[in-house]
């Protein structure tokens, strides 16, 4: 460097200068992660980063009887993991994570019940199942960093977006099977909602949960349904069947009951069932699992496998909704907690 003339001198710093400048003006967006998903490569938690407002749910812990509070967003991977099969496709788990976001937020618009003081939400089938990170390492081991990254794309993919009807957050009811249509709410719940209407789903026959059985003894069947059956085959005469083709009513030896009332009291799968007398037995078979009203997961990951997109999911199980991408109505339907 001692005998470099001045002029080389010069040269060679603004050659390092150049050099030194892009890589000074690059680093720190390298550094910034809003918007994708983070490598898990040494073993810690995978967050899920959100452009969306900071909003934090109160989850109260069942098993635990305490309250956790956590981000929207991460509560949202819990319940996507805990409500639908990792396996799943991944345009069905956005769809699952975009139902899930928007049953939060119209649990907060003023339709929440049931819920401990101080918490917004439960962990059980009373709102959504939720488990946290800790509880799916330990459930899924060494599948842990495959599904949970795949869970967690789906949820960044669908990061702030709730499905609205004429404005308003609606009621996402999903179920696990239909029996190849879902249901109208009001055939199955006391009020209709214009969203909630039986559309068909023929992706879930001959899925593995789409038949089911059941047997009940003659006496336990008479005293839980309060019914007395005659000498007769005949168990029961179905009076109507749903829009989806679910039992309505039925007459039970001149006591009229509807399939929700059966398929609850007696534990069915489904409302869609037939059964026969076998002996001092009854049995019941039935199609679909669950109680048929709005996305069918099993559904949901048919149309996925036929390269539908989580959109094109959603509208089909939801009629007539609207994917609200902006932030100022989640942000202030949350701000009513």
């Known amino acids: 460097m001692k005998n470099m003339k001045p002029i080389a001198v010069l040269a060679a710093v603004l050659f390092a200068v150049t050099l030194i400048i892009p890589t000074a003006l690059v680093l720190p967006f390298m550094e910034k992660t809003t918007g994708k998903l983070d490598e898990d490569l040494e073993g810690k ?8 407002p900071a909003i934090e749910v109160a989850v109260y812990r069942a098993g635990q009887e305490k309250i956790e509070n956590l981000p929207l967003e991460e509560y949202i ?21 975009i139902t899930a976001r928007t049953y939060f937020a119209y649990l907060m618009n003023g339709e929440k019940k049931g819920v401990p003081e101080g918490a917004d939400v439960t962990d059980t089938e009373n709102h959504q199942v939720y488990k946290s990170d800790e509880e799916l390492r330990k459930q899924w081991g060494k599948d842990y960093q495959k599904r949970v990254k795949k869970i967690r794309e789906a949820v960044q993919a669908t990061s702030g977006q709730i499905l609205t009807y004429e404005g ?3 009621y996402s009811a999903f179920f696990s099977t239909s029996n190849g249509f879902t249901e109208n709410s009001e055939d199955y719940w006391s009020s209709p909602r214009p969203y909630l209407k039986s559309v068909e789903s023929p992706w879930d026959v001959n899925t ?10 003659i006496k336990e069947f008479e005293k839980k349904l309060g019914v007395k059956l005659t000498n007769s085959s005949e168990v029961g005469k ?15 030896n001149g006591k009229v009951l509807t399939g929700k009332d059966i398929r609850e009291t007696l534990e069915l799968k489904s409302s869609d069932f037939t059964w026969e007398r076998k002996g001092k037995n009854i049995v019941i078979n039935t199609k679909g699992f669950g ?31 609207q994917i609200d991408t902006g932030t100022n109505l989640l942000a202030k339907v949350t701000a009513k907690k």
Do not use: W
């Open 45 to 52: 938690e995978i967050k899920v980063e959100s452009n969306e």
């Open 168 to 170: 308003a957050p609606i």
């Open 291 to 321: 109680h048929g009203v709005g996305m069918s997961q099993f559904g949901a990951n048919g149309m996925a496998k036929e390269g539908k997109t989580y959109k094109e999911i959603v509208q089909h199980y939801y009629q007539g909704v």
């Open 77 to 97: 991977v819990g319940v996507v993991a805990a409500e639908m099969p990792a396996d799943f496709e991944l345009e069905a788990l956005k769809a699952q994570a």
């Open 238 to 252: 179905i009076l109507e069947r749903t829009k989806g083709n679910r039992v309505g009513k039925v007459d039970i």
């Open 208 to 217: 593995e949960k789409f038949n089911g059985q059941k047997v009940v003894s």
